[in-house]
């Protein structure tokens, strides 16, 4: 577990993330809110505090226009470059 206390940035991604790491607050935020893991969990899994997993969600929801514009530009990324993906099924033949 890291004892360095993490500032949210955005230096690394086009989006929030924690300063000296690669992940991102709507990661954090998708760890806990939606699948449901402990913040400890999230923390320990990726070797940061756990006030940096909390510092993430208040961030996440001090900022809801901010982070529904991440989520929109995911979204436009996503289907931007889904030409690029190959279907397991088409490959079958």
């Known amino acids: 577990m890291s004892q360095v206390a993490r500032r949210i940035v955005r230096e690394l991604h086009d989006e929030p993330h924690l ?5 991102t607050v709507e ?3 998708t760890q806990v809110e939606d ?3 402990e913040p400890r969990t999230v923390a320990d899994r990726h070797d940061v505090d ?3 997993v909390y510092r993430a969600l208040t961030y996440y ?9 991440v989520e929109r530009q995911r979204g436009a990324a996503a289907r ?3 030409h690029l993906t190959t ?3 088409a ?3």
């Open 80 to 82: 931007d470059h889904e």
């Open 35 to 37: 699948r449901g893991l």
């Open 50 to 52: 756990v006030a940096d």
């Open 27 to 29: 990661f954090i935020k």
């Open 91 to 93: 490959l079958r033949g």
């Open 87 to 89: 279907d397991p099924d």
């Open 61 to 69: 929801h001090d900022h809801p226009e901010e982070m529904r514009a």
């Open 19 to 23: 300063e000296g790491r690669r992940i």
